[in-house]
């Protein structure tokens, strides 16, 4: 059978690169996880074995391509910084996407029973991811910085809701109406003086979210301190808003 009869349609599938010279950020999402969350019994406000298994599945994605040079993440999502002069898949918009979605979920699934021994998984989750291609080192740290304050609001929210319902005894509709049209520091307010919780203290994992960097790690092969540095993935849940965190870290922004 002649292929060559056939092969024109190939001439159908259009090239997708990105923009040379550009960073480009992968944030992926976790689909519906509102009802995710609940068919599998998530604590609230915040699981931890849920945001465990999530910084799990972005440590093993950082693992596998080293152009990943920055994570961070909240709730059932993850974002990921590509040094700018990436050559990861010729810079191919779709086969970026898709491969690194697909190695996230799989590995989300692939560690699913450590994270949760006694609570099978319902059904496959999936996950979307997308790419936006900023220009600056500003408009990257302002993007990073965004997540950052997403995280913190909504865990501001979500503590003070929760802690109405579970310790206060309102209804799920009582806690919304509770915190209709409150700012900051009546949440701050109502947390402490209701229940004696300090916001400041709680967590940085939920404060925060979780950062993923590179440390080079310089290792000892006997007795001698080998050259060539080896780099591992580790977690901190650190502030990424003020420019301190950048400063400290300019190999991020160049190349
Ligand atoms: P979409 O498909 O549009 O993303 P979604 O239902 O996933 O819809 P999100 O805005 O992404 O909506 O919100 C994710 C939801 O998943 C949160 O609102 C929360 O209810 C739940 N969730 C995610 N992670 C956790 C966690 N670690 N602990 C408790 N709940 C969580
Ligand atoms: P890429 O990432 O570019 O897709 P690839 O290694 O997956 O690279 P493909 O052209 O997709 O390359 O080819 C898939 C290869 O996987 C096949 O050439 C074959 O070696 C192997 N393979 C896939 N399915 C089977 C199967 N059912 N039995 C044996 N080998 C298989
Ligand atoms: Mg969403
Ligand atoms: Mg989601
Ligand atoms: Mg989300
Ligand atoms: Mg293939």
């Not at 040094?83 to 010729?90: E, G, I, M, P």
């Not at 799989?106 to 936006?132: A, C, M």
């Not at 049209?181 to 203290?201: P, W």
Request: some cysteine; overall charge negative.
């Amino acid at each position: 059978m002649a292929n060559s009869k056939y092969a024109y349609v190939r001439d159908f599938e259009l090239p997708d690169p990105l923009l040379p010279g550009v960073f480009m950020v992968l944030r992926i999402d976790g689909h519906s996880f509102h009802r995710f969350s609940e068919k599998h019994n998530f604590a609230k406000p915040n699981d931890v074995r849920a945001l465990q298994l999530m910084d799990h599945a972005a440590q093993d994605l950082m693992e596998e391509y080293p152009d990943v040079v920055l994570g961070f993440g909240e709730s059932d999502e993850f974002s990921f910084l590509l040094r700018k002069s990436t050559s990861l898949y010729n810079r191919r918009h779709s086969k970026i996407v898709s491969t690194l979605t697909s190695l996230f979920t799989s590995s989300y699934v692939f560690h699913w029973s450590r994270y949760f021994p006694d609570t099978p998984l319902g059904y496959p989750p999936s996950f979307d991811g997308r790419i936006v291609l900023y220009p600056g080192t500003k408009e990257v740290k302002d993007y990073f910085a965004w997540r950052q304050a997403d995280t913190h609001i909504n865990n501001l929210y979500n503590t003070t809701f929760w802690a109405l319902v579970q310790q206060g005894g309102q209804t799920t509709t009582e806690a919304h109406s509770t915190l209709r049209g409150t700012f900051a520091k009546d949440k701050h307010e109502i947390l402490f003086s209701r229940f004696g919780i300090n916001y400041n203290q709680l967590d940085a994992q939920f404060r925060k979210g979780s950062v993923l960097v590179r440390e080079d790690l310089e290792e000892e092969k006997d007795g001698e301190v080998s050259r060539r540095p080896k780099s591992k993935v580790v977690m901190l849940h650190c502030d990424i808003i003020k420019d301190e965190f950048w400063e400290e870290r300019s190999g991020l922004l160049v190349e």
